[in-house]
T-cell receptor, first 114, second 113 residues
Framework: QQPVQSPQAVILREGEDAVINCSSSKALYSVHWYRQKHGEAPVFLMI?????EQKGHDKISASFNEKKQQSSLYLTASQLSYSGTYFCGTEIGDSGGGADGLTFGKGTHLIIQP | NAGVMQNPRHLVRRRGQEARLRCSPVKGHSHVYWYRQLPEEGLKFMVY????????ESGMPKERFSAEFPKEGPSILRIQQVVRGDSAAYFC???????????FGDGTRLSIL
């Protein structure tokens, strides 16, 4: 079951904040976040494991609410380099910890304007 | 510190030909994943392999598609008798183990004439 991402697209001015959500109808073992620029490979941002946690580095952080089966990615004081498409990838809870590939959402397009 | 290496970057085939896509994982990574991406779409899981074993091929079409990850050499995704609908970007990812981050290669863009 493909996770649902929202919003589909967002346009920000440099320095503004953004939140991207990812929700699943199935119990999740982990959520992976990636950013992909046009014509390039997806770049790993962070992974959150079940047990409910929050992670972050620099001005990008994420939370994982296991009970709600959703994760949110927080981008604060956005920079031009943050532009791209953000994907969440999920591993479902009964896979025993990643025995399968990731199921990705359709992505959220983020455009940062100067 | 080489990342995941995929080749070729671009591949053009005529309908009915065979396409072979190669992927060398990050050194030390034993888990390889293949994904397919259509324009403006997310990545769709195809197959997950470890050395000499296919662990999960639930995302791969039953016909014409096959994958392998031999003891020596790169992982190969093979598409026989290609059709126009096979045109897509095919990404390979590798990870050191279960529940670990997957690192992606630059992809092979397959175009079918």
């Amino acid at each position: 079951q493909q996770p649902v991402q929202s919003p589909q697209a967002v346009i920000l001015r440099e320095g503004e904040d953004a939140v991207i959500n990812c929700s699943s109808s199935k119990a999740l073992y982990s959520v992976h976040w990636y950013r992909q620029k046009h014509g390039e490979a997806p770049v790993f941002l962070m992974i959150l494991l079940k047990g409910g946690e929050q992670k972050g580095h620099d001005k990008i952080s994420a939370s994982f609410n296991e009970k709600k089966q959703q994760s949110s990615l927080y981008l604060t004081a956005s920079q031009l380099s943050y532009s791209g498409t953000y994907f969440c990838g999920t591993e479902i809870g009964d896979s025993g910890g990643g025995a399968d590939g990731l199921t990705f959402g359709k992505g959220t397009h983020l455009i940062i304007q100067p | 510190n080489a990342g995941v290496m995929q080749n070729p970057r671009h591949l053009v085939r005529r309908r009915g030909q065979e396409a072979r896509l190669r992927c060398s994982p990050v050194k030390g990574h034993s888990h390889v994943y293949w994904y397919r991406q259509l324009p403006e779409e997310g990545l769709k899981f195809m197959v997950y392999l470890q050395k000499e074993n296919i662990i999960d091929e639930s995302g791969m079409p039953k016909e014409r598609f096959s994958a392998e990850f031999p003891k020596e050499g790169p992982s190969i995704l093979r598409i026989q008798q290609v059709v126009r609908g096979d045109s897509a970007a095919y990404f390979c990812a590798s990870s050191p183990g279960l529940g670990q981050p997957q690192h992606f290669g630059d992809g092979t863009r397959l175009s079918i004439l």
